[in-house]
Structures are given as structure tokens and as C-alpha cells.
């Protein structure tokens, strides 16, 4: 079974590197901070995550567009039971803390359409212009 699925994975990682492409492009200029690629690698976008300091009211009004998103690990490793030995606590790493407090999972999967990602896209457009302060 597990070789029938691999013949697909290359196929699946460009489809999802196109999206993740057309969400960069439509949301570079909303200035929510999106993925980046480091130049010596190949990012396979398995998750397309997005950060915001209002996660929980995105996360409303996208599901209230019929947009799934989704938090991928909101506890920083330092805080899991794995690794409570080390000591760390809250406060330990604010930056990782941070991080899984602000960030929100687009919907990303092979078959997602350039139309589905201009949907999305737009939705977070909106919510970045209602989110910023009146002039």
C-alpha cells in the first residue's frame, strides 16, 4: 500500500507548492506574515501557516465562511511533558510561546484550487483591513 501512495508524493508536493505560491502572491500585500523558504531548501507546504496576534476571532469568521483552518502545534516543544526533565518553563522561550499563541493554519492539501486559495486569501485580505486602526 505504502508504494502505491509515493509514486503520487511528488505530484501532491508541486500541487501544494502551487497553492502555497498563489497564497504568497495574494497575501504578501495584506502584510500577514506568511512562510518563508530558506534558499537552500524545498519547502513541501504540507502545512500553509499563517501568523496573527487575533487567531481565535480569524478562526471565527473563516469558519463562519465555511473556511477550515486549523492550529498545528500550539505547544511549544519546551513546555511538553516529553521533555518536562529540562525544567523549562512558561517564559523560558517567549519567541516559540509566541509563535504557537499566533499561528493559524490556511487550508493546504494537493487538490486545492487557485480559485479556493484566492477565496481564502481574500477572506484574510478582509480581516487584515478590519483589523487595522481607522485613519
Given at each position: 500500500?505504502?508504494?502505491?501512495?509515493?509514486?503520487?508524493?511528488?505530484?501532491?508536493?508541486?500541487?501544494?507548492?502551487?497553492?502555497?505560491?498563489?497564497?504568497?502572491?495574494?497575501?504578501?500585500?495584506?502584510?500577514?506574515?506568511?512562510p518563508v523558504e530558506a534558499p537552500y531548501a524545498r519547502?513541501?507546504?504540507?502545512?500553509?501557516?499563517?501568523?496573527?496576534?487575533?487567531?481565535?476571532?480569524?478562526?471565527?469568521?473563516?469558519?463562519?465562511?465555511?473556511?477550515?483552518?486549523?492550529?498545528?502545534?500550539?505547544?511549544?516543544?519546551?513546555?511538553?511533558?516529553?521533555?518536562?526533565?529540562?525544567?523549562?518553563?512558561?517564559?523560558?522561550?517567549?519567541?516559540?510561546?509566541?509563535?504557537?499563541?499566533?499561528?493559524?493554519?490556511?487550508?493546504?492539501?494537493?487538490?486545492?484550487?487557485?480559485?479556493?486559495?484566492a477565496e481564502v486569501a481574500g477572506a484574510v485580505a478582509?480581516?487584515?483591513?478590519?483589523?487595522?486602526?481607522?485613519?
Amino acid at each position: 500500500m505504502l508504494r502505491v501512495k509515493l509514486r503520487h508524493l511528488e505530484g501532491w508536493t508541486e500541487a501544494r507548492r502551487t497553492a502555497a505560491a498563489k497564497y504568497n502572491e495574494l497575501l504578501k500585500p495584506t502584510g500577514v506574515p506568511i512562510p518563508v523558504e530558506a534558499p537552500y531548501a524545498r519547502h513541501v507546504y504540507h502545512i500553509y501557516a499563517v501568523r496573527t496576534t487575533q487567531r481565535e476571532k480569524w478562526m471565527s469568521a473563516l469558519q463562519a465562511k465555511g473556511i477550515h483552518t486549523g492550529i498545528h502545534y500550539p505547544t511549544p516543544v519546551h513546555l511538553l511533558p516529553a521533555f518536562a526533565d529540562l525544567g523549562h518553563k512558561p517564559g523560558s522561550f517567549p519567541h516559540s510561546e509566541k509563535a504557537a499563541n499566533e499561528t493559524l493554519s490556511l487550508p493546504m492539501f494537493p487538490e486545492l484550487t487557485s480559485a479556493q486559495v484566492a477565496e481564502v486569501a481574500g477572506a484574510v485580505a478582509e480581516l487584515t483591513r478590519a483589523s487595522e486602526p481607522a485613519r
